[in-house]
């Protein structure tokens, strides 16, 4: 049996994957391309993760897709509509019908002699090839590892007599109604389960060990609601959009500017809105703002749980689970009828695919990232990663269409491989995640790295990344090796 052959494999049907698609198909359209999608389903995390009130941490304008309108005033939105969207665009641009489902890719080897990636994919029994083939391989697949989360070693772990679960293996039978639940953590998905399961809950604690700066936005954006009426649909959403980019910028390097003003400007927020249930240590982070991503919460919907006493923040350490609940060092015990281990998540590049040149295994933590989207040395492959300090999307969408570009100037040159060659004789390397999340420290030594300057820099800026792989002539690069 002959093994399938594509132009191009996009592996991966998230927000990413159906952005590479929809480029592909609409600048390079003499391309043949596939989505392999391990999962039975398009979504990515947003068909994975099913804990209660799951939400975007970023507004839609930003984090949806600029050629499919957010129709929705929302920009707070939950699980289930960004769901929806991401189907419906797939659907609507017939990227559904060209991506592959149940296909995971373990394995890919680059031969020189091919010039062409070998993928194979894991058993199953809508697999009918074990093996694929392309010239051009795009990773859509994240970094996070979709089977498992991060989970600390607690000690009594197993003395807690009653449920513990990791958000991301919620499953509809978790009933919480009328019982104490403890929610270990303090980032985004704390931040979500706290207020939702406090409408059913007796009670529910965020057991913190170090705060996080948490701001609240209106879940409903006016300013798009009334451009939305005036403007045509399209035009609408790119100035919500550009506004929101440019507002998200702006506060970002504020922040990195006067730290100090803008940790207060957060808290003082905070304060009022809680009022007496306010305590400085639960909103006081040895940080600065954007030194960790912020929290963005609805429409106020955790500060009005604690104000309401229907939830509460403690900032300690644990010291043990107990049958009852959790022991702190303080000595304090809380007690609880489930223990939520909102506890982060683990990275797990190209989705745990392993990557050979020429059959020999590579390290991926001594390569390094040219302009954030191919790697060093490996030939015909470019990774699609998000920004950490804004919309996910907004960062992928620019790296398909730079990859669009490649592949249209390697068509024009009648060259069939493309390299990003690093000098290190010229550039220093850096870590390319500059912050200080927990799942991102914990992955150092695996993730590639950046260089110390243009165009190995990874700035985290929108509108530097969009001279960059937009305007410039970057596909012409001293550093970009055609043969």
């Known amino acids: 049996m002959s093994i399938p052959t594509y132009d191009v494999i996009v592996v991966g049907a998230g927000l990413s994957g159906i952005d590479a698609a929809y480029h ?63 189907k419906d665009t797939a659907a609507k641009f017939g990227i559904d019908k060209k991506t592959q489902y149940n296909h995971r890719a373990v ?50 772990y197993n003395d807690f007599k009653g449920r513990i679960v990791h958000p991301q293996k919620w499953t509809p039978d978790i009933d919480y109604t009328n019982k104490k639940v403890i929610v270990i953590g303090s980032g985004a998905t704390a931040v979500t389960l706290v207020p939702e399961m406090s409408k059913l809950a007796s009670k529910v604690t965020m057991l913190q060990r170090t705060p996080t700066y948490i701001m609240t936005l209106p879940s409903v954006d006016k300013v798009a609601g009334f451009f939305q009426r005036f403007l045509p649909q399209k035009m609408a959403y790119s100035v919500v959009r550009w506004k929101n980019i440019l507002l998200g910028i702006f506060f970002f390097n504020a922040s990195r500017k006067w730290p100090k003003a803008i940790g207060r400007f957060i808290q003082k927020n905070a304060k009022k809105e809680i009022g007496e249930k306010y305590n400085a240590k639960d909103f006081s982070p040895p940080y600065n703002p954007w030194d960790q991503r912020l929290c963005l919460i609805p429409d106020s919907d955790l500060f009005k749980s604690i104000k309401a006493g229907k939830a509460e923040i403690v900032t300690d350490h644990i010291e043990r689970f107990t049958e009852k609940g959790i022991l702190l060092k303080s000595g304090k015990e809380l007690e609880a009828d489930l223990i939520v281990t909102a506890t982060g998540l683990q990275v797990k590049l190209l989705g745990g695919m392993k990557v050979r040149i020429n059959g020999i295994e590579g390290d991926s933590g001594s390569t390094h990232a040219y302009r954030g989207v191919m790697l060093s040395d490996v030939p015909n ?14 960062k992928c969408d620019l790296s398909a269409r ?18 990003p060659r690093f000098d290190s004789t010229r550039f220093k390397s850096e870590p390319l995640l500059d912050f200080n999340a927990g799942y991102v420290l914990r992955a150092l030594d695996k993730v590639p790295k950046q260089g110390s300057a243009h165009p190995w820099k990874v700035y985290q800026n929108y509108l530097r990344d969009l001279m960059s792989l937009e305007w410039e002539n970057s596909v012409q690069d001293e550093f970009l090796e055609y043969r």
């Open 402 to 419: 730079f990859v669009t570009k490649v592949l249209n100037y390697m068509d024009t040159e009648q060259k069939s491989v493309c390299v």
């Open 381 to 394: 492959f470019a990774f699609m990663v998000g920004y950490t300090n804004a919309s996910w999307t907004l």
């Open 24 to 86: 592909l198909q609409t600048k390079c359209p003499g391309k043949t391309f596939t989505v392999l999608e391990g999962r039975n389903a398009i979504g990515g995390t947003w068909d994975l993760f099913r804990y209660p009130g799951i939400r975007s941490d970023s507004d839609m304008f930003t984090l949806g897709f600029p050629f499919s309108p957010w129709e929705n005033p929302k920009a707070i939105a939950d699980g289930p509509a960004i769901l929806k969207y991401i």
């Open 107 to 156: 394995d890919a080897n680059w031969s020189d002699d091919e010039k062409m990636w070998t993928l194979t994919i894991a058993p199953h029994e809508q697999v009918k090839h074990a093996q694929i083939k392309c010239r051009f391989l795009m990773m859509c697949s994240g970094y996070y590892n979709y089977e498992q989360g991060y989970l600390p070693e607690f000690a009594g």
